[in-house]
């Protein structure tokens, strides 16, 4: 059932500019943990207290002037199966920070290398209800790519238009009372939920707090 969501913002335009500003300000350096916006239990500070450590990328792709973001919909035969993520996974021994490891993810997955992507900065701690603690890091992605979905890891890479993320209205609220409820974006076939969702609309409240008082 759809419920009347809670979250409600004013929308922004979308622009390489509106990025830079944003991690360029004093809000982008607190880096305060982002919330988890779905009606649900909180997490623990004992799941918070042994959290792995886990880092995405949040590709961000500039095409003359127009953004998207970047999503991939996971295998059917790992775990989270069919879940729409953003690339990532946890720190391994060769990474040098979790930066290092989320554009390490980024290519093993899809064939993003690095020198594609600028770190234009990084967005609060997420914890997830699973035991996860995932550091975002939002990279602007320069064309051309040669993108390609490794085939034990990602079923098909999924571009959203990046002004759908920054309108309140793409969310959508849906459970059986407002006590148990969980937000969603649609994209066609794709259904955007869980933590992913969680972090796209993370970093649309962090973008919304760098901008001037009207």
Do not use: W
């Amino acid at each position: 059932m759809q419920l009347k969501s809670d979250f409600s913002h004013p929308s922004l335009i979308p622009s390489v500019t509106l990025l830079r500003d944003h991690f360029s300000s004093s809000v982008a350096k607190e880096m305060r943990p982002l919330r988890n916006p779905h009606h649900e239990p909180k997490v623990s500070e004992q799941v918070k207290e042994g959290a792995r450590p886990a880092a995405v990328l949040i590709p961000i792709i500039s095409r003359q002037g127009e953004l998207t973001l970047l999503v991939t919909h996971r295998h059917r035969n790992i775990r989270f199966a069919g879940h729409i993520c953003f690339p990532g996974g946890g720190c391994e021994d060769g990474d040098e920070s979790m930066e290092h490891a989320a554009l390490r993810e980024a290519e093993e997955e899809i064939n993003l290398t690095s020198d594609r992507v600028e770190v234009m900065g990084r967005l609060g701690d997420y914890y997830t209800q699973t035991g996860y603690r995932i550091s975002p890091f939002v990279g602007l992605v320069t064309p051309p790519l040669g993108l390609k979905a490794h085939p034990d890891e990602v079923e098909e890479i999924i571009e959203i238009p990046f002004g759908k993320v920054l309108r309140s209205d793409s969310y959508q609220l849906v459970g059986h009372s407002n006590e148990r409820a969980h937000f969603s974006l649609i994209r066609d076939r794709a259904r955007v939920a869980g933590p992913t969702v969680s972090i796209m609309m993370g970093l649309y409240e962090e973008l919304l707090r760098s901008r001037p008082a009207t």
